[in-house]
């Protein structure tokens, strides 16, 4: 029998790497629930409560119950079936927070700003607010943590929603939205053999297979496009592939909201009674 082999030393665990903190250790397979429970920020998320970091800040203010006991420690797991409720502190924070439809311009980009070009949320300003004598006046305190909920081209115009609300950002942009997105959208080009129906499903981008979208002819040069998902510069893509070129892409509506008649490059606040 040969002799047991020694484990040498670059086989050995390092040092410590049994004692690795949880954030680095290996999770369990998605579909094994751990016995202590799911991370109370998950489940607020999940349930449309708040973000994960508006979770994190409720928490740690002490603003979040479960069953009724108040809880203020970070990472803490519970029932995914446990009842959850907010302090009135978190509620009015809530109620603070705004969110913004801005009728963005071609030249500004949605998100990061690039090289030349501007962020669209340097257009958010007392200056040119639509609605400035029907709502709330602007505070320059709004811009923080005022994001993009979703992408729109650095050559594309139309509604863009700018939100400190996670709950929003989440029903909007999430992976599991079901909100839909309608674009007016110029062509140029001659449309492929059963391109129109392969626009409304049946086209492939980065390896993956598109949600079936709705797309038909307005006129001779222009297509209506409404999609539930919002991978980059997707319609550009999508035309590309049947043999259409965009010369010129508009979104005007968002879910319920729609851009309606709000002027180029000026923004107004989501009303009370609008819901996407």
Same mark, same amino acid.
């Given at each position: 029998?040969?002799?047991e082999?020694?484990?040498t030393? %670059?086989?050995?665990p ?8 949880? %954030? ?8 094994v629930?751990?016995p202590e429970g ?5 489940v607020? %998320?999940e ?15 002490g ?11 970070? +990472?803490?797991?519970i ?6 409720t907010l302090a009135a ?7 603070q #927070?705004?969110?913004?439809?801005l009728?963005?311009?071609? *030249?500004?980009v949605s ?9 669209a949320?340097s $257009?958010?300003? +007392? ?6 004598d ?8 709004? $811009?923080k943590n005022?994001?993009?909920?979703g992408?729109?081209?650095?050559d594309s115009?139309?509604l $863009? ?12 942009i999430g992976a599991?939205?079901e909100?839909d997105?309608?674009?007016l ?6 449309l492929?053999e059963? *391109? $129109? ?10 390896? #993956?297979?598109l949600r ?8 001779d ?9 919002g ?5 550009r893509r ?16 968002? *879910? ?6 709000l002027?180029? *490059? ?11």
């Amino acid at each position: 029998m040969m002799p047991e082999r020694r484990r040498t030393d %670059a086989a050995r665990p390092a040092p410590g790497a049994d004692r690795a903190p949880p %954030a680095l250790r290996a999770s369990a397979p998605a579909d094994v629930l751990p016995p202590e429970g799911i991370r109370l920020s998950k489940v607020m %998320a999940e349930r449309g409560i708040c973000s994960r970091r508006e979770a994190d800040e409720f928490i740690a203010r002490g603003w979040v119950f479960v069953d009724g006991k108040r809880v203020s420690e970070l +990472g803490v797991r519970i029932d995914p079936d446990a009842r959850i409720t907010l302090a009135a502190e978190a509620a009015r924070t809530q109620q603070q #927070r705004v969110t913004i439809l801005l009728h963005k311009p071609v *030249g500004y980009v949605s998100g990061q700003p690039e090289p030349g070009y501007a962020p669209a949320v340097s $257009l958010i300003g +007392g200056d040119n607010q639509f609605d400035r004598d029907t709502a709330q006046r602007f505070h320059p305190s709004q $811009l923080k943590n005022l994001a993009p909920a979703g992408r729109l081209d650095i050559d594309s115009t139309g509604l $863009l929603v700018l939100t400190q609300d996670g709950r929003i950002a989440r029903q909007l942009i999430g992976a599991d939205s079901e909100i839909d997105k309608e674009y007016l959208v110029r062509v140029e080009g001659t449309l492929a053999e059963n *391109g $129109l129906a392969l626009l409304n499903h049946g086209l492939w981008l980065d390896d #993956r297979p598109l949600r079936p979208a709705r797309v038909e002819w307005i006129n001779d040069d222009q297509l209506r496009f409404v999609l539930r998902e919002g991978r980059k510069r997707q319609i550009r893509r999508m035309c590309e592939l049947v043999g259409l070129k965009v010369v010129g892409l508009k979104r005007v509506r968002i *879910g319920q909201v729609k851009l309606g008649d709000l002027p180029l *490059g000026q923004w107004r606040y989501l009303r009370e009674d609008e819901r996407f």
